[in-house]
């Protein structure tokens, strides 16, 4: 546990002085401003100009981050990590889960620490109509969306042991997914129909089982690729 905290520290460390997501945070929160100031004053409804910011500006910016922050996570310190488990200073464990909590927990909280705030002020500011419910069940679909994001950027890292390759595995993976789910059918809990109905969904015209299962399935698909990295990563040799 105390190498675990050591790691967890040293980890938020590095995440500070990246800056990427900083940088993508504080472009949201920018945008999110200036999309309310244009809702007040020219009448926008709040479901579209929200729709608008989490499609076009706030969940691309923050997807970037998120795979530039975890695919370089493992392999980019290969070498040192390597040294610290043959002296037995921590364990893989310990390492891996350090930086799934700093990694994942930066991207999540900080999505939902500018989006939440953003939605309300456009919500206030704009035509009202959208539900509280609404935009709940819209923020949590795209944050367990970022979150299996997150998970495949780890997963890549632990696989792939260039970081820029990793970076490109991890966006070829997500694309990969969405494609297949619109092969097998089941398009409709994918991330391109859950983004094409956002609006919608921000009204509460959308059934709201539907939001459910999406978050649902993408926590869960997240955590079983989580725990297959972890697998992974035990067994890989030094």
């Keep these: 546990m105390h190498a675990y905290i050591a790691l967890l520290r040293y980890d938020a460390d ?5 800056r990427i997501l900083t940088a993508c945070l504080s472009l949201g929160a920018a945008a999110g ?20 910011f989490l499609t076009w500006v706030f969940v691309p910016v ?19 990590a390597a040294d610290s488990f043959l002296s037995r200073a921590t ?31 456009i919500a206030r500011y704009g035509v009202r109509d959208v539900s509280v419910m609404g935009v709940v069940l819209t923020l949590l679909q795209l944050g367990a969306l ?3 994001l997150a998970a ?35 398009g409709s809990i994918g991330p391109l129909a859950t983004i094409d109905a956002l609006a919608e969904q921000l009204r509460g015209d959308r059934a709201a089982w539907r939001a459910i299962l999406v978050t649902l399935v993408y926590g869960l698909a997240g955590a079983i690729v989580l725990v297959a990295t972890l697998m992974r990563y035990r067994g890989r040799d030094l």
């Excluded at 590095?14 to 990246?18: E, G, I, S």
């Excluded at 981050?65 to 370089?72: F, I, K, N």
């Excluded at 950027?153 to 789910?181: E, K, N």
């Design 14 to 18: 590095l995440v500070r002085k990246q």
């Design 152 to 186: 495949l950027g780890l997963a890549a890292s632990v696989l792939v042991r260039r970081a820029p390759l990793a970076v490109v595995a991890t966006a070829a993976a997500a694309v990969a997914g969405a494609l297949a789910l619109e092969v097998l059918g089941i």
């Design 146 to 148: 970022l979150w299996l």
């Design 62 to 80: 923050t997807a970037l981050a998120a795979v530039l922050l975890t695919a370089p996570a493992i392999n980019s310190e290969a070498r040192v």
């Design 91 to 121: 364990t893989r464990e310990a390492y891996l889960a350090a930086k799934a909590t700093t990694r994942l927990a930066a991207v999540v909280l900080g999505y939902l620490l500018v989006a939440a705030p953003a939605a309300a002020l």
């Design 33 to 52: 401003l200036f999309l309310a100031i244009v809702a007040a004053s020219e009448g926008e409804l709040a479901s579209e100009t929200i729709g608008i």
